[in-house]
C-alpha cells in the first residue's frame, strides 16, 4: 500500500461532545507540503460553510489547537452528520467521509434528504475542496456523488 498523509479536524458540538473528519491526502513532502497545507485549509473553510460544529482543532503533521470551547448553536449536534459518499475515480470503489454537526440549512430545498450540491454556494465549494484535497485508501483521487444527511448512535 502506497504512503499517504492523513489529517483530521476535530469539532465539538452544542453539548461539547467532540466528532472528527479524517481523511487522506498525497504524502507530504518538502516539494508539495505548500500546496498541500493550502489545500487542506481549503477543505476546512469548505467544511465551515457546511456545518454548525466549532472547529476545536487540526492535524497536519502537527496538531494545532484552534479554540476550547462549545459551538453555539444548539443544533450542532455530533450525533448527526454529513455522509459524503463517492468513489475512487481509478478503481471506481466506494469511498466516505463525515462531517459532523451538519447546516440543515445547506439541505436542498427539493430533497431535504441531501445538500444541496449544484447551488453554487458552499455545498459546492466543499465538493470542490474535498475532490481537490482528499483521496482514497489508496492514494488516488475521489469524486464526490452525493452528500446526505443522517442520524448516527456514537
Request: charged residues 25%; negative net charge.
Amino acid at each position: 500500500m502506497p504512503e499517504l498523509g492523513s489529517s483530521t479536524i476535530l469539532y465539538r458540538d452544542y453539548d461539547g461532545e467532540p466528532s472528527t473528519v479524517s481523511v487522506n491526502h498525497d504524502t507530504l513532502t518538502a516539494v508539495n507540503f505548500d500546496a498541500q497545507l493550502a489545500a487542506f485549509v481549503a477543505l476546512q473553510d469548505a467544511i465551515a460553510g457546511v456545518t454548525e460544529g466549532l472547529k476545536q482543532n487540526t492535524g497536519f503533521g502537527n496538531y494545532n489547537r484552534v479554540v476550547k470551547a462549545k459551538a453555539t448553536s444548539n443544533t450542532a449536534q455530533r450525533e448527526s452528520k454529513w455522509l459524503v459518499t463517492g468513489h475512487d475515480v481509478t478503481t471506481l470503489k466506494p469511498w466516505r467521509m463525515e462531517i459532523p454537526c451538519p447546516d440543515r440549512d445547506q439541505l436542498d430545498p427539493n430533497d431535504r434528504k441531501h445538500a444541496n450540491i449544484g447551488d453554487g454556494g458552499v455545498v459546492d465549494a466543499l465538493v470542490s475542496a474535498i475532490e481537490a484535497f482528499c483521496r482514497s485508501d489508496v492514494g488516488n483521487n475521489v469524486s464526490v456523488e452525493e452528500i446526505t444527511y443522517v442520524g448516527r448512535n456514537i
